[in-house]
């Protein structure tokens, strides 16, 4: 099960839900990749919708490692996404959606944090 206030979505391939969340990690996995040099720069690459199908394989990819996956790109290449392409696309879409959306698009405001003792 997913966490959408974590930044998490699924991935469904073969009727499975594998998690996917761009941590830290895999978000500097993500500049490496598009040879940008920050999360702004990042965040405006994608913001082009202008997306190859090596790309979608990067991003869920990195998606994929940050939700606790162990998969390489050459394994999520492989997979059998549920909706096929479309369902690939559609799923790093909302990746990145969860990851650069501000609160409000779209989304319900996140819950309050618990007060600091």
Do not use: Q
């Not at 994608?46 to 606790?68: H, M, Q």
């Not at 909706?83 to 990851?99: C, V």
């Amino acid at each position: 099960m997913v966490n959408r206030y974590r930044g998490e979505v699924a991935l469904m391939v073969e009727g499975r839900a594998l998690p996917m969340r761009l941590t830290l990690g895999a978000l500097a996995e993500l500049e490496s990749a598009f040879s940008v040099d920050s999360l702004p720069a990042l965040g405006e690459r994608f913001a082009t919708g202008k997306l190859s199908s090596r790309d979608i394989i990067r991003i869920l990819g990195a998606g994929l490692r940050g939700g606790g996956g162990a998969l390489s790109e050459d394994a999520v290449a492989a997979l059998a996404f549920d909706g096929g392409l479309n369902g690939a696309i559609a799923a790093a879409i909302g990746l990145l959606d969860a990851t650069f959306a501000s609160a409000g698009e779209g989304e319900p405001a996140r819950p309050p944090s618990p007060p600091v003792p």
